[in-house]
């Protein structure tokens, strides 16, 4: 009898020691959406080793601020990752391609430039960026890379340059074999272009994000 009493007491203290350390990380968790989406990262990265995964996104804030796309892109949370950092230029965005090669995805999926045109960079400086980041992609062995379009703002007056800038960056994305998204010719048949934003007029609200999603699912139906 005291020996079951008193592995019952060690039992009780085992379950509170594990309860005060879970508990508080379990709050965070459920509180704070950064928490939330940090663990929601870190089981897609668990589980990559042990099943296929089919997507890996990479890139800046546009990619980042998505929580989910394994849902948006029609599979479950954990058949997507989501690798994008707010304020990468194209040049960072090399260190989340070496990322995303340890975890083996199907396709590949980069949104990239917008920072660097907001910083002041040339077209020809942006496009051999691009460059050197889809060899990159090659020589990691990522061989099934989508590159959308640099996307167009919710104010016309970055058209003329964006128009002509994608045009150069379409040619230089198939001439490494890689498939580009032209996003932007959603944008342009869209009927209230300003829906599509928030009100800085350069991140997306969630319509683009279902245009985004609906352009990457036509190219990625195998």
């Known amino acids: 009898m005291n020996f079951r009493k008193s592995l019952l007491r060690i039992l009780f203290l085992l379950m509170a020691a594990y309860c005060a350390g879970t508990l508080p990380l379990a709050s965070l968790v459920c509180l704070s959406d950064h ?16 099943r296929s ?5 990479v890139g800046d ?3 980042a601020q998505e929580a989910d796309w394994g849902s948006l892109l029609g599979g479950s949370r954990f058949s997507a990752i989501n690798l994008g950092a707010p304020g990468h230029t194209i040049s960072q965005i090399q260190a989340q391609l070496d990322n995303a090669a340890h975890l083996k995805p199907r396709y590949v999926s ?21 460059e050197r980041l ?3 992609a090659h020589e990691l062995g990522l061989h099934t890379v989508l590159v959308t379009s640099i996307p167009l703002r919710a104010d016309t007056v970055h058209d003329p340059r964006l128009t002509v800038l994608n045009r150069r960056l379409q040619e230089v994305v198939e001439a490494n074999g890689s498939t580009f998204l032209n996003l932007n010719s959603a944008i342009l048949n869209t009927a209230n272009r300003a829906a599509l934003f928030q009100s ?23």
């Open 110 to 130: 980069i949104m990239a430039g917008t920072n660097d045109y907001n910083q002041g960079r040339t077209d020809e400086q942006i496009l051999a960026d691009f």
């Open 35 to 50: 928490y939330r989406a940090e663990t929601m990262l870190e089981f897609t990265r668990k589980l990559a080793h042990l």
């Open 134 to 136: 889809l060899q990159h």
């Open 61 to 63: 804030s546009l990619v």
């Open 200 to 222: 800085d007029g350069l991140h997306f609200a969630g319509g683009m994000y279902d245009l985004w999603a609906r352009l990457l699912r036509e190219h990625t139906k195998s």
């Open 53 to 57: 995964l089919k997507y890996a996104k």
